[in-house]
């Protein structure tokens, strides 16, 4: 057995970064003169920033030529990140510093592998960014999940092989991409959503140390 490699999703896993993207497009559908529903938010669920802006578009029947389109994009960003240049360590979900201080502990590596641009400023805010020996974000990776490419560039970076990687992810695109890179996928969330994942956990409480160590 190799030495094992952990890697975390951020949005929904290690925060809720989830509520801001909602609320800034939320606030660009009200300028397009529509409302945008949480309930359609969930369309939006660990899909990229643009292809977002597509289905919100769609949503409100709104035609763009690009140069609107890439207006709107930067717009909602820009909403985005005056949400998260608030945030600090409240904001981190429960017993995840407990998690990561017991792999760091025990010299475990650990990568953050996201679809988000703004990874390394949200771990930075809320000073998590220390335990992490690798940042595979949005700028590293070309082809979103259910593709297992954002934790096949972790599993290089930290050197381990992917089947002695472990993934934790809210998403089912997220779950689909570990079980892709032959990754133990646990799922952070509802188990009903994702039942493709070997281990579920509605969050990090549930999970004990003896789950850890197993896990070693």
Not at 82 to 97: F, Q, T
Request: glycine fraction near 6%; charge should be negative.
């Amino acid at each position: 057995m190799g030495k094992k490699g952990f890697v975390f999703d951020l949005d929904g896993v290690i925060v809720d970064t989830a509520k801001y993207h909602y609320l800034a497009w939320k606030k660009l559908a009200g300028e397009l003169g529509f409302v945008f529903t949480e309930e359609q938010n969930e369309l939006f669920k660990g899909v990229s920033r643009k292809r977002c802006l597509e289905i919100l578009l769609e949503i409100g029947n709104i035609k763009a030529n690009q140069e609107q389109f890439d207006k709107w994009m930067k717009e909602k960003n820009e909403d985005y990140l005056a949400y998260i240049e608030k945030m600090g360590k409240s904001e981190i979900l429960p017993d995840v510093p407990r998690v990561l201080s017991f792999l760091k502990n025990r010299n475990v590596k650990i990568a953050l592998g996201s679809a988000s641009k703004n990874a390394r400023t949200i771990l930075e805010k809320v000073e998590l960014l220390p335990y992490f020996d690798s940042i595979v974000d949005g700028n590293d990776v070309s082809k979103a999940k259910p593709d297992p490419q954002v934790f096949l560039i972790a599993a290089k970076n930290l050197h381990v092989d992917p089947m002695d990687c472990v993934v934790f992810e809210d998403a089912v695109a997220g779950i689909q991409a570990a079980n892709n890179a032959k990754m133990v996928s646990i799922g952070i969330g509802d188990s009903d959503i994702l039942n493709e994942a070997k281990y579920n956990f509605n969050d990090f409480t549930e999970i004990g140390d003896d789950f850890l160590e197993s896990l070693l």
